[in-house]
């Protein structure tokens, strides 16, 4: 027979309660989860049951956590804390060039300097087992709090994410996004206010995506009506081709532009005031003294000063 510990602290039982405890609703949870409401039902009765006290309560149709729900949840952060605390000092004794080092990749990022490197890492180093993930912002952030990868690579700042205390970042490079267009008027515009944007239809990212998030905050910040989006699709190579194709508006990263200029039919300026970003690496804090991780990171440096990022997003786009 379980013990009442073994009924409280088992991952299914944590993992269900974090997830409602996030969602604050069972039908998106148990989706989420990919089961029933009713087994999601019966996982936190349960575990009520064990901890004697309510962990939820509803205010009409709205969930809350109870002061009990608020404790377990405060000391199921500490257990993955904790977990993860201890499983990064293990690491810390493995050898630099040897094991698996798990890496979770924006997916409307480009991608193609990050693999470039990987394909030349990997053969100085083939005892290092690589993975590449692409992943939305939900997936990186519940995959670093779960230690399900070791390395992020995202867009930042990122406001969506409060509790920052957990992690660092370390930069790859400062990006500046772009307007492109196809009108005449615009061409030989430096720099293009807000307000002369939003005359045509735009092609984006999907509406969850980090630089569709982006680019309306930085509108509403100028007091300026949000680009009218008629059109979206989760890679820049799918935006560009449509926006050359159809005459929408559209704005990406820098480096990409740059890097494809001589494919890009249209034109190009940053806007006024400048929308910007940084490109980085993000991982839980101590996982970059782990040795196979602290020398990936210090190839990729080395990697990036022998030829800057930019110069060889030209180069192997060329």
Do not use: C
């Amino acid at each position: 027979m379980k013990t009442k510990q073994e009924n409280i602290f088992s991952s299914k039982t944590l993992t269900y309660f974090l997830q409602l405890a996030e969602t604050m609703n069972y039908t998106q949870a148990a989706q989420l989860l990919g089961i029933t409401q009713p087994a999601l039902t019966q996982q936190i009765k349960k575990l009520e049951r064990t901890v004697d006290a309510p962990l939820f309560y509803s205010v009409g149709k709205k969930l809350h956590l109870s002061d009990a729900g608020r404790t377990m949840l405060k000391t199921t952060h500490e257990i993955y804390d904790l977990l993860n605390q201890a499983t990064d000092e293990i690491q810390q004794t493995t050898s630099a060039t040897q094991g698996k080092i798990s890496i979770g990749l924006l997916a409307s990022l480009e991608d193609r300097v990050l693999e470039d490197f990987a394909i030349k890492y990997y053969k100085q180093n083939p005892e290092i087992e690589l993975s590449f993930h692409m992943l939305t912002r939900k997936e990186i952030w519940e995959r670093l709090e779960n230690n399900q990868i070791d390395l992020a690579v995202m867009y930042l700042p990122d406001d969506s994410i409060k509790n920052w205390k957990p992690y660092q970042s370390k930069k790859i490079i400062s990006e500046d996004l772009l307007f492109l267009h196809h009108n005449e008027k615009l061409a030989k515009r430096k720099k293009i206010k807000y307000k002369d944007t939003i005359d045509n239809d735009w092609v984006t990212y999907p509406g969850q995506y980090y630089l569709n998030s982006f680019i309306k905050e930085a509108y509403k910040n100028q007091l300026v009506d949000a680009p009218k989006s008629v059109a979206h699709f989760t890679t820049p190579n799918q935006i560009m081709r449509f926006s050359n194709a159809t005459g929408l508006y559209t704005a990406l990263p820098n480096s990409y532009v740059q890097a494809n200029a001589a494919t890009a039919n249209l034109w190009s300026a940053p806007f006024d005031p400048a929308i910007r970003f940084d490109l980085a690496f993000v991982f839980r804090k101590e996982k970059n003294q782990i040795p196979r991780i602290a020398n990936f990171l210090s190839g990729f440096d080395q990697y990036i000063a022998t030829e800057d990022y930019i110069s060889r997003l030209k180069s192997i786009t060329e």
